[in-house]
Nanobody, 123 residues
């Protein structure tokens, strides 16, 4: 089992920035990703990477505004978000898989999920 705890969400105005954090513990994981889900919409992949090297991979619609990074010494994964837009408003989730998966931005490929952190962007 991998335990994931997200933090860093909040309310910002359009154009603002946030850094989400994900603290991982427990079993080894090989793929880590960030997903988001807005009310009434399906969960979608935002960014993901292989923890041993490879990637990162981003959703095209991010337009280069999001960056995923990791600190292996602390078992932490981050999502840096800039130039935020109201359409970025969603619950953001950290997810992990025990192996290197092929569909890094596909939610069904991940076995472990955090509880989520809310991001709200106002215009």
């Amino acid at each position: 089992q991998v335990r994931l705890v997200e933090s860093g969400g909040g309310s910002v105005q359009t154009g603002g920035s946030l850094r989400l954090s994900c603290a991982a513990s427990g079993a080894t994981y090989r793929t880590i990703g960030w997903f988001r889900q807005a009310p009434g919409k399906e969960r979608e992949g935002v960014a993901a990477m292989y923890t041993g090297g490879g990637g990162p991979f981003y959703r095209d619609s991010n337009e280069g505004r999001f960056t995923i990074s990791q600190d292996n010494t602390k078992n932490m994964v981050y999502l840096h978000m800039s130039s935020l837009k109201p359409e970025d408003t969603a619950m953001y989730y950290c997810a992990a898989a025990p192996r290197q998966i092929r569909g890094l931005l596909q939610p069904d490929e991940y076995a472990y999920w955090g509880q989520g952190t809310q991001v709200t962007v106002s215009s």
